[in-house]
């Protein structure tokens, strides 16, 4: 489709003050937290390029953040500014109803919710690269770690009880995955999907074939519910257990610490040994929910910005302010409604967009085009 000079001018306006918002907001959050946090670091033994390194590495999930707020802020200001100079009654004048002459600002908040998605997966390596920086050098020598889960690739997830780098061993381990993609279907029964589970005394890493020894194993196949197989054998190999001991000092990794596709296998891994998923699965939401925002923001703040189109800059500038508070507390009080239970994770997760689309679609309706 080829753009006229009007939508090229109107996604040039919002380019700007959405690159504007969606980088500047960041910077100027990480500087805030590096003037809060530089005496504790400072005390860890960190050099001052060692903090700024580590804070670099934030600036991926910072900009995965504050992109819904830069999308609404780019919509507000572009379009309010447009109708203050009369733009807007010229191209009404001319044949072109507003809903068409948004059309570039939605295409570019399209564009801007898959940016945000790519943005927060990418967020994931790169925050766990910043923690692992931000760690005291005496920290990263630890040597024992005790009680902890570690999630694997390919959907594994290893319980142990104690990890010992210096003499390379593990004590009472469980492993889990879930079998396959392929479900298995009982007469009468509906379609299930069958787990891996292994459990075990001890393992020991054999630094010549870089491979764990693992002793004192049970293995059995789990469905939910149904009669187990149990295999038992006194020594076995892990084909999945690759990691080397320094590997597993690695801590639990956070939900925003996850991809997408990660979080999802741990949820199913999680739900197939009894736990309570339901604040995963919020978080889990959120991962497309927020991202999603981008676009309905934009049909929430485009009508929007023409409800008092004589005010200048202090009416963008408060509008943007009071709907992005407005929204971060609908989504909090979602995730803790979806988090207690109270109704279905989903659901929680996208009433807050819901809530707004339903509301954006009112605001479109009333415009006069």
Known sequence: ????????????????????????????????????????????GLGLS????????????EVAMVMPASVFFATVFTLNAMSRHAEIIAAQAGGMSFHRLARPVFAAAAVAAVVAFVVGELSVGATARSLELQKAPAARKTTYRYNFVYRADDGWVYTIRTLDVVNKVLKDLVFLRQGSDSTVRLEGNDPIQPYLAVSADSAAYDSTAATWRIWGATSRVIFQGLAQPVFSAQEMRLRALTQRPAQLLAEDKTTDEMGYRELGEYIRAMRATGNDVNKIRVEHALKIAVPVTCLIIALFGAPLSL??????????????????????????????VGKGGVIDPLVAAWAPNALFLVAALVLLRRVRT
């Open 1 to 44: 489709m080829t753009l006229s000079i009007l939508d090229r001018y109107v996604l040039r306006s919002w380019i700007r003050i959405f690159l504007l918002t969606a980088l500047g907001f960041p910077v100027v959050s990480i500087l805030i937290k590096i003037t809060d946090e530089i005496r504790k670091l400072l005390g860890r």
């Open 307 to 336: 409800s008092s189109p004589r005010a200048g800059a202090a009416f963008g500038i408060a509008i943007s302010l009071g709907t992005t508070v407005f929204f971060l507390l609908i989504i909090n009080l979602a995730k803790a």
């Open 50 to 61: 060692e903090i700024l390194h580590s804070y670099l590495y934030l600036l991926p999930e």
